[in-house]
T-cell receptor, first 110, second 112 residues
Framework: QQQVKQSPQSLIVQKGGISIINCAYE??????FPWYQQFPGKGPALLIA?????SEKKEGRFTISFNKSAKQFSLHIMDSQPGDSATYFC?????????FGAGTRLTVKP | NAGVMQNPRHLVRRRGQEARLRCSPM?????VYWYRQLPEEGLKFMVY????????ESGMPKERFSAEFPKEGPSILRIQQVVRGDSAAYFC??????????FGPGTRLLVL
């Protein structure tokens, strides 16, 4: 049972463009929504996270948009850079039950 | 403040051998989680432990796999009688409370 659906599976963006990754969840009990960034051969690293009491959170070039009624949230990477090329995972959790999306492989072309 | 540590980073085993993967959580963290990641795939939850207790093992295969988090020392994920399908990256994460999980660098298991 896939509780968090992530799209697209892969994404190619030109340097300076906006990267957008979308996630949808099923369990309305989820109350914490982090995004992780993973480089090849490394473990996932927390990038940014949001709670459902706000609709948007911005940290530098990274923004999470959250739509509670639609049970959807998305990651926007502004001014995408080649160094942003990595796999991005969304997740949704309640207490210690965290479910991950399948991941999006982002490639930013110079 | 060291992050989550895992060892070994790479492990090669022949079919039928045992694999032991170790995870030392971040200082002050008492919650440990194990995930498996196959190539080009996402993270699959396996087990969640607190000190000396298994809280949720719903993602753990019923046979050959076990996990522990003793009072002293690292958490151990043990795979007995490994098969080729066990080849994957195994990640450990830890958290202080019921929220943000911090991941280790992973152990890449290759079964020949």
């Amino acid at each position: 049972q896939q509780q968090v659906k992530q799209s697209p599976q892969s994404l190619i963006v030109q340097k300076g463009g906006i990267s957008i990754i979308n996630c949808a969840y099923e369990n309305t009990a989820f109350d914490y929504f982090p995004w992780y960034q993973q480089f090849p051969g490394k473990g996932p690293a927390l990038l940014i996270a949001i709670r459902p009491d706000v609709s948007e959170k911005k940290e530098g070039r990274f923004t999470i948009s959250f739509n509670k009624s639609a049970k959807q949230f998305s990651l926007h990477i502004m001014d995408s850079q080649p160094g942003d090329s990595a796999t991005y995972f969304c997740a949704a959790s309640k207490d210690n039950d965290m479910r991950f999306g399948a991941g999006t492989r982002l490639t930013v072309k110079p | 403040n060291a992050g989550v540590m895992q060892n070994p980073r790479h492990l090669v085993r022949r079919r039928g051998q045992e694999a032991r993967l170790r995870c030392s959580p971040m200082k002050g963290h008492s919650h440990v989680y194990w995930y498996r990641q196959l190539p080009e795939e996402g993270l699959k939850f396996m087990v969640y432990l607190q000190k000396e207790n298994i809280i949720d093992e719903s993602g753990m295969p019923k046979e050959r796999f076990s996990a522990e988090f003793p009072k002293e020392g690292p958490s151990i994920l043990r795979i007995q009688q490994v098969v080729r399908g066990d080849s994957a990256a195994y990640f450990c994460a830890s958290s202080r409370s019921q929220e943000t999980q911090y991941f280790g660098p992973g152990t890449r298991l290759l079964v020949l």
